[in-house]
């Protein structure tokens, strides 16, 4: 942040620094390797008399001396150029932290040179010994330059005791400093018989050309064993998040390992093929290719080793896009754009938000990210994003995926890049219109005095999702549960379940006969549809319910609705569309759910042909994948903190601007939303991980120590769908409200859920009385105000709930003054 950006564009995220470093590595590598197999030569030159082959090796030195003094100086120096320019911060470091340490390489490196052409002037001399002196002090200068050079790289990937100590030497000998010196040096000699195995088909002599063919081949064969165990040996200490990144903890990163792996093999098969008796020209050929995979071989290698330091320049010092870890802290008080010094905006404000953004996305992007090029482009990756999923984006930033530095700033600074990520880069989003329409309420079935049976129903679940992912995935959810009583009329009434049948019939969807069970009827897994004939999208299909005696008669009817929606916000993050206007899993987004998926988990759901089941895998936790609610809050709550209901509203259907508008019950009326039962999405989150945590998830601890409580200090484990708030939390013994947070203590097991809970005399299940969850009487559902209130409607022309406000009349056909199910009946 003290260094002005060098704003490139599509040649921005490192390109020139990649264009000039894959080379001169390459180069510098040989420069080391070449010297010793010139100083080897001509040690066999003068000691076993190979006369002949001082021609070759004069020929060899003068390549060697052109390409790596003049192409490797060039490209050193411009690596200093780019580097400076790109990542002043990190090259400051680096200067400061080795300025001795760059002293002795330069020195080195002029020793180098001056020994080189003094060597290359000594083939028109007669003493022999002065010129193997020199070539064997040229590859003592070469060495010494990368061993020198070995510490500054590898203290950048593990600096090791120095981030407390600061030290030069705590630095310089770091933890991969000597796997990595012994990797180098067997590169440096696997380069250098490869070089010979091309320079050696322009001998002219047929059994020279074999034999040195022969030399060389066996020269590149020896070092690779010892290449790919010091390889190994360099992974193998680091710590255990880089060593993940290394090898392909990152998607991104896994072809390294994959090239790694194979061009070794390729090399060794080049160098043994060229001891065969080949045509000169299939020489040339087989040592090309050689050449072509040893380039892959350490491309590879490096490219791991920067991926494995990821999200740093500097390890644990210093971030990809220059900010130190000791700054974060008062810029995302202060802010990035107050705190930079060549920043141009100092203040967002509503005309600058657009140009802070822009200006935030060079601080803390453009080094690894390119506009338009080939460097990670940010144009396709932000492309799927609303300017709400770009800011979740950001808000998980380098958690989860910790290849990517987090986002430094402010809310507001968050925001303004977010903006610029999306809107800035794409144009504004195309609002979606809604247009909810008002449906006519079915005409209430006869009741009167003279009535003998009441059916009570209710949907198990008040709010209901169902994930209609173009058929790639499913939540595991969707099918509604019913529930039903049926009470004979009487000062004391009975529940009837004997000889009679329950039928359901819901619009639009199925229809079934109810199963009697312990004084009440049920309907499992009911296949609903939010979607009409006409393709209008209806989030409360109804269902009526008869009731018949063993002859057939009719005795009793009544209706609800039967939520379902598949208004599931994915698209905000995921990218896509809604499938049927407002609402539906379009196919983009539903593969790149999976996508996201293959991505964090390793898995490869995305090639498969079949429909996934989110609950195969989770289902309930225990020794396997944690369960489906705990995966699905505990990863975004990373991403959705500090939204409050606004991040329920995003994923689940209850947004009061969308399509279905599911919280219908007197408590929204009241002011509460979703965290006044369920807690914060952190809180929510916490509950749940505490509960697979308790079971010795390793996955579920992990996104612990991501997600920082909210309002709970430490909420406490629970399982899904089992523990779930409880209304006497609020309602203490069933009375006015007397706070507006229920969440915890949960309910104890299945029985205790409002769904299943009886009343105190045991007979009657709460929802029966007082609705679904979500939608208690009297409920204001959006597309009928009276929607969810048909049954008390129809047996006591109120909407409150069954036998409020002294009308217990509808069960016990006469007025009661004793609150038998429950206290605060509101009989007095």
């Known amino acids: 942040m003290n260094y002005p950006v060098w704003q490139l564009d599509a040649f921005g995220g490192g390109l020139w620094i990649i264009l000039i470093a894959v080379f001169h590595v390459y180069i510098a590598h040989f420069a080391v390797g070449g010297g010793l197999f010139i100083a080897v030569m001509e040690t066999r030159v003068q000691r076993l008399g190979l006369t002949p082959l001082k021609d070759y090796l004069r020929r060899y030195a003068k390549f060697f001396l052109v390409f790596t003094m003049v192409v490797g100086g060039l490209t050193g120096v411009g690596i200093w150029f780019s580097a400076s320019i790109t990542a002043p911060g990190a090259t400051s470091v680096l200067i400061h932290t080795f300025v001795l340490g760059w002293a002795t390489e330069w020195t080195f490196f002029l020793a180098e040179i001056v020994t080189l052409l003094v060597y290359m002037r000594s083939f028109e001399a007669q003493r022999s010994t002065r010129r193997l002196i020199l070539a064997w002090l040229y590859f003592v200068f070469a060495f010494g330059s990368l061993a020198t050079v070995q510490g500054f790289i590898s ?144 491309g590879s290698f490096e490219y791991m080793r920067e991926a494995g330091r990821r999200p740093f320049l500097v390890t644990g010092y210093i971030y990809s896009n220059g900010i130190r870890v000791s700054q974060v802290e008062a810029a995302n008080r202060d802010g990035v754009l107050a705190t930079a010094r060549f920043s141009r905006v100092k203040t967002i404000t509503p005309e600058n938000r657009m140009q802070a953004g822009e200006e935030l996305y060079f601080l803390e992007c453009s080094s690894c990210h390119s506009l338009g090029g ?12 609303t300017a709400f999923g770009m800011e979740s984006l950001l808000t ?106 329950v039928t359901y019939a819901v619009e639009n969807g199925p229809s079934g006969n109810m199963r009697p069970g312990d004084k009440a009827f049920t309907a499992e897994n009911i296949r609903a549809t939010p979607y009409a004939k006409d393709g209008a999208f209806n989030p409360y299909p109804l269902v009526t319910v008869q009731a018949f005696d063993k002859d057939g008669k009719l005795l009793a009817q009544t209706s609800a609705v039967l939520p ?55 289902a309930t936790g225990g020794d396997g994948p944690m369960s489906l609610s705990a ?43 979703c965290t006044s039962c369920h807690g914060a999405l952190e809180d929510h989150a916490l509950s749940l991980l505490a509960g697979e945590a308790a ?30 708030p409880k209304c006497v939390s609020c309602h203490v013994d069933y009375g006015a409200p007397q706070s507006g947070q229920s969440f915890g203590p949960w309910s104890n097991g299945a029985s205790d859920l409002f769904k299943n809970k009886r009343d105190d005399v045991g007979a009657m299940v709460c929802a029966s009385c007082h609705g679904s969850a979500h939608a208690v009487y009297p409920a204001n559902n959006p597309y009928g105000a009276n929607r969810d209130n048909l049954q008390p409607l129809q047996y006591q022309k109120s909407a409150k709930a069954l036998g409020g406000g002294k009308q217990c009349g509808v069960c016990h056909a006469m007025d009661m003054d004793t609150p038998a199910h429950h206290p605060g009946m509101g009989l007095e």
């Open 396 to 501: 998980g930033l380098g958690k989860v995926g910790r290849y990517m530095p987090p986002f430094v700033g402010t809310q507001e600074e968050k925001k303004a890049l977010a903006a610029w990520l999306t809107e800035g880069l794409h144009g504004p989003a195309k609002p979606v219109a809604v247009t909810i329409p008002q449906l006519p309420d079915p005409p209430a079935p006869a009741f009167n005095d003279s009535s003998e049976y009441v059916l009570t129903v209710a949907a198990d679940r008040g709010i209901n999702m169902l994930a209609d992912a173009d058929g790639r995935w499913t939540l595991g959810v969707g099918p509604q549960n019913l529930t039903a009583q049926l009470i004979k009329r009487d000062p004391s009434p009975m529940l009837v379940t004997a000889d009679i049948q």
């Open 695 to 724: 079971r010795n998830s390793a996955s579920a601890k992990m996104l612990m120590a991501l997600i920082p409580p909210r309002d709970v200090p430490k909420p406490q484990p629970r399982s899904p769908w089992i523990n779930e």
């Open 374 to 385: 080939i460097m990670l482009d940010i144009k396709p990756r932000s492309a799927k994003y």
């Open 155 to 298: 203290y950048m990937l593990t600096p090791g005791d120095w981030l407390t100590t600061q030290r030069f030497w705590d630095g310089f000998f770091n933890p991969t400093y000597w796997p990595g010196l012994a990797f180098r040096t067997c590169v440096c000699a696997i380069l250098a018989g490869i070089f010979g195995l091309l320079t050696a088909q322009g001998v002219e002599d047929a059994d020279q050309r074999k034999r040195l063919t022969r030399f060389c081949a066996l020269w590149t064969i020896l070092p690779l064993p010892l290449a790919g165990l010091s390889g190994w040996w360099h992974i193998a200490v680091l710590p255990p998040a880089q060593k993940a990144l290394a090898l392909g903890g990152n998607p991104e990163n896994a072809w390294g390992m994959q090239v790694f792996l194979w061009a070794g093999p390729v090399v060794l098969a080049g160098a043994a093929l060229a001891c065969v008796r080949l045509p000169r020209l299939g020489a040339r050929v087989v040592a090309v290719v050689a050449l072509a995979a040893s380039f892959m071989f350490l």
């Open 564 to 618: 379902v929606s598949t208004e599931l916000g994915c698209r905000n993050c995921h990218g896509g569309s809604w499938s049927h206007a407002v609402a539906g899993i379009a196919p983009d987004t539903a593969r790149d759910v999976l996508k996201a998926h293959d991505r964090l988990s390793g898995t490869t759901l995305l090639a498969s042909r079949e429909p996934v089941n989110c609950r195969s895998c989770h």
């Open 631 to 673: 995966s699905m809050h505990g990863l975004h709550a990373v991403y959705l903190a500090g939204r409050g209901a606004e991040a329920c509203n995003t994923c689940h259907p209850t947004d009061p601007a969308g399509a279905t508008r599911a919280f219908r019950d007197p408590h929204n009326a009241a002011g509460l939303d």
